[in-house]
């Protein structure tokens, strides 16, 4: 799965002032990161509100990112939820013809062992006709999938390539990346850990912020591949005040605030998430205009 390394991006769903989709506005999104040479796209992931849209909407969102991407870059569908069954059953009946692989978090509210989470990855990797990426997030699951889970997935499953690793935890990643199979990745999920798991050996990053400065990210991802540890952290310290601000009044309020100020969409969420506030916008055009003078 040469195809995801570096990194891909979790692109948001806009939404227009009725909070409507915003296809057009996801056009735009789409070719935007494409031209900041980002390596994947993720679709219908956490940043993209993705539990707050109907069936009927989430098929319109991939329809629009599949046609507008037109085959440039690899894309990845969040797949994910905690019923097992439904799971399942989604992954029956959706087309996966345009995915390079699924992403699918860890079930979240039901707080299932160790056992449970094997368990319920089986039964996905059994179901999926594409490679599976494992998601870790246990500050919106609350449940951490354990290094020991993680290994045993990948060792007994060979369509399970790779992790979404986001506990935040550099110990944590770094004993996954010490015992993992030789061909399973290790993608970190925080942008604030991105770097330092790509430099312990992890294979890129999904990204939130990288969807809103994909140039200056990216390139920080494939400084870190290429080993060039000073050029990559001097982009880390430039992005790293964007890094904290978009996720101060939650994802994906931060980030969409960025894509109103850049004018590709509303900075528009849906409830209980809440638009971002006057003093955060303030705030991140701020960044945005140093960013510029820093990268240029």
Partial sequence: MKQLIGTGVAL???????????????????????DGEVEYLVVLGTTAESVVLTDKEKQLVIDTVVAANAGRLPLVLGVGGNSTVAVVEELEKTNLDEFAAILSVS????????????????????????????????????????????????????????????????????????????????????????????????????SVLGQGVPVAFSQMIRFGLEGKVKEAFELQYALQDGADLIFKEGNPAGIKAVFEILGLCSAQVRLPLVEATSSLKNSLKTFMDSLIKTVA
């Avoid at 770094?174 to 993992?180: E, S, Y």
């Fill in 12 to 34: 948001v769903t806009p939404f227009k002032e009725d909070l409507s989709i915003d296809t057009l506005a996801l056009e735009k999104i789409v070719n935007y990161c494409v």
């Fill in 107 to 206: 079930p979240y509210y039901n707080r299932p062992t160790q056992e449970g989470i094997y368990q319920h990855f089986k039964a996905v990797s059994i179901a999926s006709s594409k490679p599976v990426i494992l998601y870790n997030v246990p500050g919106r699951t609350g449940s951490n999938m354990l290094p020991e889970t993680v290994l045993r997935l990948a060792n007994d499953f060979t369509n399970i390539v790779a992790i979404k690793e986001a506990s935040g935890d550099m110990v944590q990643v770094m004993r996954i990346i010490k015992d993992k199979p030789e061909d399973f990745m290790v993608i970190s999920g925080d942008d604030f850990t991105a770097l330092s798991t790509v430099l312990a050996g992890g294979a890129g990053v999904i």
